[in-house]
Each structure stands twice: as C-alpha cells, then as structure tokens.
C-alpha cells in the first residue's frame, strides 16, 4: 500500500512538473513575440506569474524590475486596507454641535466631523448620495429644536490635516476629476461638472452654462474654445487644494453634449456650504460664515471643545466601497485607504508618510525589499510609483490565504475573463490578477508595459493575448 501511495505521488508530481514546464513554454513563447512588438521599441515589459497552490513562479522577465505600476498599485492599496481595517470596516462622519440651545437659537456652531470615508456624499450608493445625507442632518438638526444658528456651520478635517494631494502628482492631474486631493472630510467625491454650450465657428470661446454640485464659492475662468466635430473633451482644469480659482483650457468638441467633471479645490469646504444651503432651504437661519477646520487652524483659532452628538453617520463596508474603488479605479478612495489605514497604525497624515509606512509592513509580512514596492501614493496616479511584477503577486499570493479573500476576489472586475485590475496612464498599461487555467492551477500574475508606443487600445489587444496563454 505504501509502495502504491508513493507512485501515486511520484506520477502527479511527474504530471504537475510537466504541466508546469509546457505552460512556461506556452507563455514564454508569447511573451517573445509580443517583446518583438515595433511599438516596444523604446519600452519594456515585465510579466510573472505564480502558481498559488505551490507558490512556485512559473514564468517571470524582468520580474525585479521597478515598473510605473499605474492603477494596478490599487489592487496592493486594497489588501493593505482589508489587512489593516477588516472588510467590515466603516468611516465614522459625526454632526456635532457646540454651545447650548436657548428657545429653537442655537448659540454655538454645527460641526461635521469627518474620519477620511471617500463616499460621502456620492452618487455610487444610495445611502451616500448628497441629497440623502443632507436629509439626514437637516433632520437631525431640527430635531434637535434648532431652529436658528447663531454660529458657523464648521467642516472639520482636521484627521488628515486638510485637503491634500499626494507628493508627485503633476499639474495637469490635479484639476482633473481623477486628480482631487484626499481630506478627512470629502464630499461628492471632491469633484464638481461643468456644462458648456459649444455654438459657434471652431476656434470660437465656448459658453460656460453652468456649473453642476457646487454650493462654495470658487471662481471659473472659462478659456475653453470650440473644437471640431468629432474631436471630443479636450478640456483640462487648472487647480490646487485651496484654489479659489479653477482655469479651463483646451477644447470643446463642436456636436458633443456632455457634463465636463473637474476637481473641487476643497470638498470639505464645499460640504459644509452645501449644509448651510439645506437648512437655509428648511428654514433655519445661519448667521456667520462656513469654513473648516484647516481655515481654522491657519487663522491661528481652535475648534470648538465640548461639543454633543446630532447624528453619527456609518459609511458602507469596506468590502462594498472596494466594488467602485476596482471597478471604476476612482483615485480619491485610494488615498483614503491608504491614509486611513496608516493613521489607524499611528502613522501621520501626510501620504508620503503613509507610503513610506506600507512598503515596511509588506516588508515585515513577506519579506519585501522596500526597493520593490516604491510607492507613492495609493491609486497609482503619481508618475513616480515604481514597483516589481514579483513584489506584485505575492502581496496577492499573501491575500489569497486571508479570511477576507473571497471579499477581495468578488471586487476585483472580470477583464478579458480574467479576474484582473487594469492600470493606465500616458505610456503604461498594466493588469494584475487572478485565473484557474484550465489544466486546474490557480495562477496569480502580473503583467506591467511601461514607455509603450501607438494606442493604448492597440497595444491592450497584444497584452490580451499574453494573457490568454495563462488559460
């Protein structure tokens, strides 16, 4: 029986190894003619992909190589996060009020304490949306019996100390939707549209209707001419966390009718004016000004201490915010995550700070040279992010054994059939995920290209079938 058992071995592992040794030469072969590829000229790809059951690398090029990583580095912010926080992790978003109540006047200020929850106010879940949640505290405030407020409505963001963006994003990401910076109070998403009416000769200035979500008041400079049919949204914003002034330039398509998104300079200011609006609209009188924490702080003035709870609003689970966060790769909640979960580890608020700390805890889980995980940011926006293939898949591998992986797995989108989340900016291109071949292997694997000639669209179809050879 012994004897018998250990042929049984002997044959599956003879059977695994040659398995193994023919889907190497499978994908290898591939890997060489897209290498050969005229558009990779003046570029370089790196792909490894691991066996999960085994851990053993099965094929790997260039796999210690630092590569811009782009929106891929998500996928790494997310299984910090889930190991952090917990996939039932909830943002805390408190309505507080300082001073007392006399006869409906309140004679102190309403405050919003914020705790980093990237959906507040977003139109992504029902329970985040901004009229929903205006609602909420609207109520809470008058059922409170307040029916005027002598004070200021306050935002405080003081958690992340203020609305930043990441060391190394560039100028012309930072006004873009994708571009918001982070606070410890966002609202909407940081994000505000702008609608134009392109009427006219091409090379004509384009009328600026209206702008859409925004109660503050920042101040639009409209330099966005008429382009040609066909031409699309050529349009870029030019702000800064703070800006009072956004700049538009560029062009807009002639036949194209559509809602332009730009970054708010500062969300929290913007949700405590869209407070202030509600309750005007309910009746209830604000005598002074909006502002925030931050505002506060750099007027050398103090919160207000002693303050009573109106309402404490629960964010969705972390396992639900990860679904838009993969799905639709939006930048500001991996910043969020990344902040939040380095501050939940004592860590200070600044993101370089956070980064810093997130290649040490990989380094202490796995072993990761620090050098191969060189973030900067959570979302993979900075063109300064350089990380490994191989420091990818095992941060994955690592997922894989954790108790919240079938959360992580669900959230990760079905690309090409594949489980895999894409990344991509000017020249980079990248997917990092998971697939069963069809042999039974689970197989982890990342594939980055970075400095990539010709159209992203092109050079995604040859990547794709790299990819198939996984199958």
């Given at each position: 029986?012994?004897?018998?058992?250990a042929?049984?071995?002997?044959?599956?592992?003879f059977?695994?190894?040659?398995?193994?040794?023919s889907?190497?030469?499978k994908i290898?072969?591939?890997?060489?003619?897209?290498?050969?590829?005229?558009n990779?000229?003046y570029g370089i790809?790196?792909?490894?992909v691991?066996?999960?059951?085994?851990g053993?690398?099965?094929y790997?090029?260039?796999?210690?190589?630092g590569?811009?990583p782009?929106?891929?580095?998500?996928a790494?912010t997310?299984?910090?996060a889930?190991?952090v926080l917990?996939?039932?992790?909830?943002y805390?978003?408190?309505l507080?009020?300082s001073?007392?109540?006399?006869?409906?006047?309140?004679e102190?200020?309403?405050?919003?304490?914020?705790?980093?929850d990237?959906s507040?106010?977003?139109?992504?879940?029902r329970?985040t949306?901004?009229?929903v949640?205006l609602k909420?505290w609207?109520?809470?405030?008058?059922?409170?019996?307040?029916?005027k407020?002598v004070?200021?409505?306050?935002?405080d963001d003081?958690?992340?100390?203020g609305?930043?963006?990441?060391?190394?994003?560039i100028?012309?990401?930072?006004?873009?939707?994708?571009?918001?910076?982070?606070?410890?109070?966002?609202w909407?998403?940081?994000k505000?549209?702008?609608?134009f009416?392109?009427?006219g000769?091409?090379?004509?200035?384009?009328s600026?209707?209206k702008?859409?979500?925004i109660?503050?008041?920042?101040?639009?400079v409209n330099?966005v001419?008429i382009?040609?049919a066909?031409?699309g949204d050529?349009?870029?914003?030019y702000?800064?966390?703070y800006?009072?002034?956004?700049?538009?330039r560029?062009?807009?398509?002639?036949?194209l009718?559509?809602?332009?998104?730009?970054?708010?300079?500062?969300?929290?200011?913007?949700?405590a004016?869209?407070l202030?609006?509600a309750?005007?609209?309910?009746?209830?009188?604000?005598?002074d000004?909006?502002t925030?924490?931050?505002?506060?702080?750099?007027?050398?003035k103090?919160l207000?201490?002693?303050?009573?709870?109106?309402?404490?609003y629960?964010s969705?689970?972390?396992?639900?915010?990860a679904?838009?966060f993969?799905?639709?790769?939006?930048?500001?909640?991996?910043?969020?995550?990344?902040?939040?979960?380095a501050?939940?580890?004592g860590?200070?608020?600044?993101t370089?700070d956070?980064?810093?700390?997130e290649?040490?805890f990989?380094?202490n889980?796995?072993?990761?040279d620090?050098?191969?995980l060189?973030i900067?940011d959570?979302?993979?926006?900075?063109?300064e992010?350089?990380?490994s293939?191989?420091s990818?898949?095992?941060?994955?591998?690592?997922?894989?054994?954790?108790?919240?992986?079938?959360s992580y797995?669900?959230n990760?989108?079905?690309?090409?059939?594949?489980?895999m989340k894409s990344?991509?900016i000017?020249?980079v291109?990248?997917y990092?995920?998971?697939?069963?071949?069809?042999g039974?292997t689970?197989?982890?694997?990342a594939?980055?290209?970075?400095?990539?000639?010709?159209?992203?669209?092109?050079?995604?179809?040859?990547?794709?079938?790299?990819?198939d050879s996984l199958?």
């Amino acid at each position: 029986m012994k004897v018998y058992f250990a042929l049984v071995v002997l044959f599956l592992s003879f059977h695994f190894n040659a398995f193994s040794q023919s889907l190497a030469e499978k994908i290898g072969k591939s890997f060489a003619v897209f290498e050969a590829d005229r558009n990779l000229k003046y570029g370089i790809a790196s792909l490894t992909v691991m066996n999960a059951r085994t851990g053993e690398i099965i094929y790997s090029k260039y796999e210690n190589l630092g590569m811009a990583p782009a929106s891929t580095l998500k996928a790494v912010t997310l299984a910090t996060a889930y190991h952090v926080l917990g996939k039932d992790f909830r943002y805390r978003t408190d309505l507080l009020y300082s001073g007392v109540i006399n006869n409906g006047i309140l004679e102190g200020d309403i405050i919003i304490k914020g705790s980093g929850d990237p959906s507040l106010g977003s139109d992504h879940y029902r329970e985040t949306r901004a009229d929903v949640i205006l609602k909420r505290w609207t109520d809470a405030i008058k059922a409170a019996g307040i029916k005027k407020v002598v004070g200021r409505i306050i935002a405080d963001d003081s958690m992340f100390n203020g609305q930043m963006a990441p060391e190394g994003w560039i100028w012309t990401d930072m006004g873009q939707y994708y571009g918001a910076g982070v606070s410890a109070l966002n609202w909407r998403e940081n994000k505000m549209g702008v609608i134009f009416s392109a009427k006219g000769r091409v090379g004509n200035p384009v009328s600026l209707v209206k702008t859409v979500s925004i109660s503050s008041d920042v101040e639009i400079v409209n330099e966005v001419k008429i382009g040609s049919a066909g031409s699309g949204d050529q349009v870029y914003a030019y702000s800064a966390p703070y800006s009072k002034k956004i700049i538009l330039r560029g062009t807009y398509g002639s036949d194209l009718n559509k809602e332009v998104e730009i970054s708010l300079p500062d969300g929290a200011y913007e949700a405590a004016s869209s407070l202030k609006l509600a309750l005007i609209k309910q009746g209830i009188v604000v005598d002074d000004k909006v502002t925030t924490a931050f505002l506060l702080q750099s007027e050398g003035k103090d919160l207000p201490a002693n303050t009573k709870l109106l309402d404490r609003y629960l964010s969705p689970n972390l396992d639900q915010l990860a679904y838009w966060f993969l799905k639709e790769s939006i930048n500001l909640y991996g910043e969020a995550l990344l902040k939040t979960s380095a501050f939940h580890e004592g860590i200070a608020t600044k993101t370089s700070d956070a980064a810093a700390w997130e290649k040490k805890f990989w380094a202490n889980q796995l072993g990761i040279d620090e050098g191969a995980l060189k973030i900067m940011d959570g979302s993979g926006l900075s063109p300064e992010n350089r990380v490994s293939t191989l420091s990818m898949v095992k941060v994955l591998n690592e997922a894989k054994k954790q108790s919240w992986f079938a959360s992580y797995y669900e959230n990760i989108p079905l690309v090409n059939n594949m489980k895999m989340k894409s990344g991509t900016i000017d020249g980079v291109l990248g997917y990092v995920g998971y697939h069963t071949s069809k042999g039974g292997t689970p197989l982890i694997f990342a594939f980055l290209v970075n400095n990539h000639e010709g159209r992203a669209s092109s050079m995604r179809q040859k990547m794709f079938k790299v990819l198939d050879s996984l199958k």
